[in-house]
């Protein structure tokens, strides 16, 4: 089988921590140098993952079952590893994803309580194994992130935000404790300004893009 040798790099974090904002700005900046770049999302990023999505981000809290959330949420990830991610990393080309796998084991995982074993075995299968190059945790107080979260959804209104304080806090705290079990984590100081985020990005990307 042809080797995967694109890159995968991933934004993670809570409610309004600012990474679809940087996520778009490191695409802008190395769409500059090379076409060969895609800025994507998850859950969505596909025609099948993106009516997933719509499933999970609307309605009432308690819509689903966790196990049944877990698995939606791992339905729109097959679909967009097998269509777009897998596809685009044959082809060489650098994958920028607003979330991906670490955003199930936190929110589903610790947030919903369902097994991490059972996460992760299904993690493996689903995405084949294919695992970040670097994945940039935003990490800010939710006290501060979800205010400014439910100012921007005002009208979209994301189901995720209306999970009570203590589930964003556990999310935070899950997604900080990632930083030393992989040296694919870079932690990101999310109050800090755009410029100075952007700035501290694109340091390791510059590094593994020479
Ligand atoms: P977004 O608003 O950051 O685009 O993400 C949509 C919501 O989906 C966000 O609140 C976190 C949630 N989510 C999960 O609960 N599990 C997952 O696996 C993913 C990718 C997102």
Redesign the pocket.
């Known amino acids: 089988m042809k080797s995967l040798q694109g890159l995968l790099i991933t934004f993670e974090g809570g ?1 309004g921590t600012g ?2 904002t940087q996520s778009k700005l490191l695409y802008d900046y190395l769409k500059s140098k090379t076409t060969d770049v895609i800025l994507t ?4 990023g596909c025609t099948e993952s993106e009516n997933i ?1 719509n499933l ?2 609307k309605g009432n809290i308690n819509k689903w079952d966790p196990i049944t ?1 877990s698995l939606l ?1 791992n339905a ?2 097959r679909e967009h590893v097998k269509n777009i991610i897998k596809p685009a990393l044959l082809k060489n080309k650098i994958i920028i994803c ?4 670490d ?2 084991m ?3 995982g610790i ?1 919903q309580g369902v097994n991490s074993n059972f996460l992760n075995i299904l993690s493996k299968e689903i995405t084949e194994n294919i695992v970040p190059n670097i994945t940039f945790i935003f990490d800010i107080d939710p006290d501060i992130s979800l205010k400014r ?1 439910k100012k921007r ?1 005002k009208n979209t209104n ?4 209306n999970f009570d304080i203590s589930f964003h806090r556990n999310i935070r705290n899950y997604f900080k404790s990632l930083i030393n079990t992989n040296k694919r984590y870079i932690l990101i100081d999310a109050s800090n300004s755009i410029e100075e985020i952007h700035l501290k990005i694109l340091k390791p990307i510059n590094d593994l893009i020479k």
Do not use: C
């Not at 999302?41 to 969505?44: A, D, F, L, N, Q």
């Not at 994301?158 to 935000?161: A, K, M, Q, T, W």
């Open positions: 409610e990474k679809s999302r998850e859950p969505g999505r999970l981000v959330e949420h729109a990830r607003d979330r991906y796998i955003s199930t936190a929110y589903q947030g979260a959804d994301n189901r995720y935000e």
